[in-house]
């Protein structure tokens, strides 16, 4: 007769200890900051008003500008005028086995995650709601969710060209699921100036969100114009109106940065007491930020991202040689409709008029009849078509104007783009593209802050992070200060494992910027990975009284407590989290409920596990919990599930062997329990009760064979 081992609940390995947030799915909080008290420039008089205050004398105006793509750049989902089809099969993400369905019920658009067992059967579900719909429906139309004010993209986008669904843009590459922040740097160029709680990753007053971009995007704040105009006053007749910006008023520069203050795209460095909703139309761009891209983006003559419009316009011979801007080509206040190429086409006529010697067009025939030589469509001559090397699934047109452009280059070639080359010691080629001249020290920690920002959200290549660190130094040690230049070298420090370093850091610059919550959070972080437990207390509930809606610093106090001790605030902290952000931070579930467990409180403890999977079915910290759970109830089918489930999750998370191999053994079945002890030693040679079970079957399998009679 095969022996059973016996084992008390919470043994070995049963009880798995707190989760730090620490997972791929959810995103730290960013190093680009706002500005801290300290550093903000005073509040101009003028206010926002909103479009509607534009609508009453603007009539026709306000009418047209909204079936543009801008007025339309965020918007409701319309059952009746939405161009999505639904009938399609499910989109499968083959690298995370998801499998993504948008439907509607009502006049609601929803996406369903699920996952399909062996047999076809449903294992897993999940369904959010979009609340609005981004992108005018030109291009792309993607979705974003909210909780409580706090905004996320959705994993599937309807590619409008291709009449598809597909993952969102850069979700093939990282699924994140539901769990892309909205940044105030994304809700800024895709809509109207929304209310953002600063410091937060991706918190927003969600009850005011404007609708599309609106018109003092372009104009400035409004406040000051309609007061005056609703009294009866005005400037004298043929003086302009000082009251709002007219764009036509303004100089070719000025003009053009209005346009690029979202058509120029790359790492922006804001400058000091900015945000990125403090720019007013009329200001020079550069004073406000500084923009990085990569060299290659500048030499390349085939690539181009969808948001690269003003770079490649100013590299065109008609830019150079002119006095052209955006408005020549567009009307921001009309829709692009059928007119648009005929317009376009008058536009390119009223310069390159034919002359004796020179015909407006290369082709044949041009000189003696120009209308019939011609395509009738210059642009697909000299303005390259394709797709971008950011966006899936669409065709944008490269502005950069050339009488013989290159072929279009497939997406598929674009992969590279933007990837900084580390050769040796060769110096990141990121090249300053606005036009401010910052003192040397200032330019030094502008470009350390913009190359951490690209390590950060395009290439984490670690080669990157030593010039971060030396440029960072330079810039402050030569007297220029900023919080997001002491932040960048504090969190590029840590990047490097150099704790100690990265905490005398961010602890100067939390002295130097006491109220900035991410300086503080990160002082926090620096401490907490050093077991600084008890001293990381401090800063980090200074980041959260600085901004309750900065979940994340809730979550690395409540590590925090717990790693002191203090089980009791910990629990608090936790709670507090998921209260305010129930639907971003399935470790704070799991580590409730680990609190509960300890408590023997398991019940409560099984839901809030249960609550944690609902949001990220692959937490094996999860999926072991809740399998002790039914360990300590005695349901071991269960229980041996959920720790088959860690295993297939994360085959180097080792306690559900441990786990599995004692309920093995208990059931007699003693190679299994051995085989999986000894792929528990191949993950951790170091565990000492894995040895230790190992040792106990060994001398139960010699008693049993002793004790086996002779035949």
Known sequence: MRQRMRFAVLGVFVAVGLLAATGCQRQEPSGEAQATASEAKSTPEKQYVGDASCASCHSETYESYHKTGMGRSLTRFDAQSAPEQFASEAVYHEASDFYYKAFTRGDTLYQREFRLGSEGDTTYKRTEKARWVVGSGNATRSYLTETNGYVMEMPLTWYVEREKWDMSPGYKQVNQRFSRSIN??????????????????????????????????????????????????????GEPDTTIVNPANLSRSRRLDVCQQCHLTGQTVLKPGETMQSFRPGEDLSAHRAVFVPQRNLEDPRRFGIASHALRLEKSACFKHSDMTCTTCHDPHEPVGEQALKQFNETCKSCHTP???????????????????????????????????????????????????????????RAGQGVIEEVGNRKLDLVRV??????????????????????????????????????????????????????????????????????RVLQAAAKAHPDHARIQYWLGVARLRQGQNKAAVGPLKEAWNAQSALTEAGMKLGEALSGAGRTQPALRAYREVVRRNPAQHPEAWNNLGFIYLQQRDLDKALNHFQRALALRPDLAQALVNAGTVHLMRREMAEARRYFERSIEADPDYTPAYGNLAMIYARTGKTGEARRLLQELL??????????????????????????????
């Open 184 to 237: 105030e740097e994304c809700m800024t160029c895709h809509n109207g100036y929304a209310e953002f709680s600063t410091f937060s990753q991706n918190h927003f007053k969600t009850g005011d969100m404007p609708l599309g971009i609106t018109c003092e995007r372009c104009h400035g704040p409004g406040s000051e114009h309609v007061e005056r105009r609703l009294a009866g006053l005005g400037p004298p007749e």
């Open 355 to 413: 002359s004796a010697d020179q015909p407006v067009c290369g082709r044949p025939g041009a000189h003696e009849d120009m209308d019939a030589a011609m395509t009738g469509n210059c642009v697909s001559c000299h303005m390259q078509k394709g797709g971008t090397s950011d966006i899936p699934h669409v065709t944008f047109t490269d502005h950069w104007i050339r009488r013989d452009p290159p072929e279009n280059v497939a997406a598929s070639e």
């Open 434 to 503: 606005t036009d401010d001249a910052p003192g040397q020290a200032q330019a030094k920690l502008e470009r350390a802050v913009a190359y951490f920002k690209f390590y950060e959200t395009k290439h984490r290549r670690p080669g990157y992070l030593p010039e971060v660190t030396r440029k960072a130094r330079e810039g402050l040690q030569g007297g220029a200060e900023t919080s997001k230049g002491r932040l960048t070298l504090g969190r590029a420090l840590l990047e490097q494992d150099s704790l100690r370093a990265a905490e």
């Open 682 to 711: 191949k993950r951790n040679p170091n565990d000492r009760r894995a040895r230790s079970l190992l040792q106990r079957l060994d001398r139960m399998e010699s008693s049993s064979s002793a004790n086996a009679p002779n035949r």
